[in-house]
């Protein structure tokens, strides 16, 4: 038998709950929900004095960045933003199989064997996490001037491999580190070398988190803003440093660059659904599982 | 000799280094440009006129110290680092708590927090300037007028700009706080909890004499990871108030940018980035070794 004090206790507990969790629930959304609508607006409904939840939904902001124009207005600083796209798929692709091509011999020596330096490597690796762009941006951008690859793909993706590679490598390893070494050292005596080891065992073992490893890294590479806002120009800026040039001196294109960030996060927001039980895992390099 | 290196190599010995050839590569190619670029932070290198050229020694350096901007950009660093980090890990240590006590619907919550954490913070910026445009057509201001507040300059005026900045980057790393922390509290003991039930102790003593002691090196870890992305801020700040109104969000990323990428004064750039490089390393070392202790002690 419940006492009506601590029915009323529930009641008041419940209604504290409902509202945390509305609360919670509208910060973490609404910025969402108000984007998308405000990218469904013509000019005049943005501007709108109060902002208005009712309007007839046009696709124009959306259309204006798929054919770059809208109205014949703008048309010589216009963004070309499917070419942005493309290019933060084309970066991001590349640096994520650079880093995956060099970082899985990498990590299979980090987690399994024994050397002078292993655990120096791996810091240093580690500490890449938390360095100022800055510091690397100014000299890569002179070198870059200086050897042609500024604003090309290839010297964006081995500009991203600061952000990929000891991403990849610390990933990998804690992966690795996860298969018991007694598979391995069966595999050994049935007379695998450390290559079929790593080609028999290793590898299919940890398939899964090889993936999860692949995603994320093209995540973080979508992610980018500073590297390419530095060694990118027009013909290779990726989606984030695209969306940023619908802010021009004269005025902002708010609609345009709504329908800009929803493209720009809409993949992230995709891929995230395959990866989110790694997520916490991969933003603080294999350290919180 | 031969000999020697033939074993050598039939034992493995050199396996290791050749696997992880391919990376130091990679990782050389990125060690070199910064160890370029601490020699040019010793030099006048101004990109615009290469004649002006001259090896300077530390004088770079010193000349921050006669600098305002540099002065008022590291207090905002440090003040900015500060305010965000005990703000992000407070709130977000309340959000997990409250989805650690089985609240309906959490997983839906939860799957829902992982939004504004993968989307490019940049994007994160571009979303809130819509939102918090300082006209009444912004909702945020309308939102606020219904609380009596406002309308607000959130990007015209100083104080407005530093709010903007901090609430944006909230809105982007909350969530990665509260999962850390969600996590943590998922895999602690229960025993402890018993034992202090059985000692009598209420939901507030639980709290502040089981779950946080226990929780530490969790925290520390939220900690160290916030206070190093606070310190580097620029996506946010590049994308709404550029550093501004009168330098009031200028840190010394923003103004190292300005330097290198504005007036071109690669050495002075330079310089400051290397301040702030060297501002990372010591900030870090002493989380570690708080991460250390926080460790040691739950074991």
Redesign the interface.
């Given at each position: 038998m419940k006492t009506p004090g601590t029915t009323y206790q529930m009641t008041v507990r419940h209604v504290v709950?409902a509202l945390?969790?509305a609360l919670?629930?509208v910060?973490?959304?609404f910025?969402?929900v108000?984007?998308l609508l405000?990218s469904l607006k013509s000019p005049t409904d943005?501007?709108?004095?109060?902002?208005t939840f009712t309007f007839t939904p046009t696709i124009d902001n959306y259309a204006a960045l798929v054919v770059g124009e809208q109205r014949g207005q703008y048309s010589s600083t216009r963004p070309d933003f499917p070419r942005f796209f493309l290019n933060s798929i084309i970066v991001s692709i590349g640096a994520v199989a650079?880093s995956v091509?060099?970082?899985i011999?990498?990590a299979?020596?980090?987690a399994r064997?024994k050397?002078p330096g292993?655990d120096t490597?791996a810091f240093?690796?580690l500490?890449?996490?938390?360095?100022?762009?800055?510091?690397?941006v100014?000299?890569?951008?002179?070198?870059y001037q200086r050897f042609g690859l500024y604003n090309t793909h290839a010297g964006l993706i081995?500009a991203y491999?600061?952000i990929t590679?000891p991403f990849t490598?610390w990933m990998l390893r804690s992966f690795f580190m996860e298969i018991p070494l007694e598979i391995q050292e069966a595999a050994k005596i049935d007379g695998c070398s450390?290559l079929g080891v790593l080609g028999r065992v290793i590898l299919p073992l940890s398939a899964p988190g090889i993936a999860v490893t692949v995603i994320l890294g093209f995540?973080f590479c979508?992610?980018?803003?500073?590297y390419p806002?530095?060694l990118a120009g027009r013909q290779t800026f990726p989606?984030?440093?695209g969306?940023?040039q619908f802010i021009s001196y004269e005025q902002v294109l708010?609609g345009q660059?709504?329908a800009?960030?929803i493209v720009?996060?809409v993949p992230?927001?995709l891929?995230?659904l395959m990866v989110?039980k790694y997520?916490?895992r991969g933003?603080?390099m294999g350290?919180?599982? | 000799m031969t000999n020697r290196w033939r074993r050598h190599w039939r034992r493995g010995t050199f396996l290791p280094y050749l696997l992880l050839a391919p990376a130091v590569v990679l990782l050389a190619g990125m060690i070199y440009p910064f160890g370029l670029g601490v020699y040019y932070s010793l030099t006048s290198y101004w990109l615009q006129y290469p004649n002006r050229f001259r090896f300077v020694w530390f004088d770079n350096y010193v000349d921050l110290l006669e600098e305002p901007l540099f002065v008022r950009a590291l207090e905002f660093t440090l003040g900015f680092t500060v305010v965000a980090v005990v703000l992000q890990v407070g709130l977000g240590l309340a959000v997990a708590l409250f989805l650690h006590a089985r609240i309906p619907g959490r997983a839906a919550i939860r799957a829902l927090m992982l939004m504004p954490l993968m989307i490019p913070p940049v994007i994160t910026a571009l979303m809130w300037k819509i939102m918090m445009a300082s006209t009444n057509a912004g909702i945020l201001n309308y939102a606020l007028s219904f609380l009596g507040i406002g309308p607000i300059n959130w990007f015209g005026s100083t104080q407005g700009a530093i709010v903007s900045v901090l609430v944006i980057d909230t809105w982007g790393n909350l969530p990665f706080v509260a999962l850390i922390l969600l996590g943590g509290l998922q895999a602690l003991p229960t025993e402890p909890y018993e034992a202090a039930r059985v000692d009598g102790a209420g939901p507030i003593a639980m709290l502040r004499y089981v779950t946080l002691p226990l929780l530490s090196p969790f925290i520390v870890l939220a900690v160290t990871f916030r206070a190093m992305d606070s310190l580097r801020i620029f996506d946010v700040i590049y994308a709404t108030t550029t550093g501004g109104p009168n330098d009031a969000t200028t840190n010394l990323q923003i103004m190292a940018y300005q330097y290198s990428f504005q007036w071109y004064q690669m050495g002075k750039g330079m310089a400051q980035a290397i301040v702030l490089l060297l501002l990372v390393v010591m900030v870090s070392y002493l989380l570690m070794r708080l991460w250390n202790r926080a460790s040691e002690s739950v074991q």
């Open positions: 709950i945390a969790s919670l629930l910060w973490t959304v910025p969402f108000w984007i405000t943005i501007l709108s004095v109060p902002p650079l091509a060099a970082g011999p990498a299979y020596a980090l064997f050397f292993r490597l240093v690796l500490s890449f996490r938390f360095v100022p762009f800055i510091a690397f100014i000299p890569l951008y002179i070198l081995l491999q600061l590679l490598v450390w995540m979508w992610n980018a803003f500073n806002l530095m989606v984030t440093v969306a940023i708010w660059m709504a800009a960030t720009a996060a992230q927001l891929l995230s989110q997520i916490v933003l603080t350290a919180v599982k | -």
